[in-house]
């Protein structure tokens, strides 16, 4: 007897679940026009637009990337 009491309430809280969701559906989204910035740099157009196209500046890097020591 006290199964069907435990499903009868399982029973109740899904169909009520599924009125909410149908009732009170989710707002739709609004966009934010201050998180949207329409200024970006164009990296292609600055190299291009650079003064010295031979010698650009680079970051130097230290990759060890496929470094591998002799206990592994």
Known sequence: MRAH??????AVMLIGFGMKLLF????AAE??????SHDSINVIQ???DHPNKNNM????M????FIFS???
Do not use: G
Not at 5 to 10: E, K, T
Not at 57 to 60: G, L, S, V
Not at 62 to 65: E, G, I, L, P
């Open 24 to 27: 009170f559906s989710a707002p």
């Open 31 to 36: 966009a934010d026009t201050q998180a949207v």
């Open 46 to 48: 600055m190299h291009i």
């Open 57 to 60: 500046p680079a970051q130097k």
């Open 70 to 72: 002799n206990n592994d």
């Open 62 to 65: 230290h990759d060890m990337t």
């Open 5 to 10: 009491h435990a499903l009868a309430v399982v």
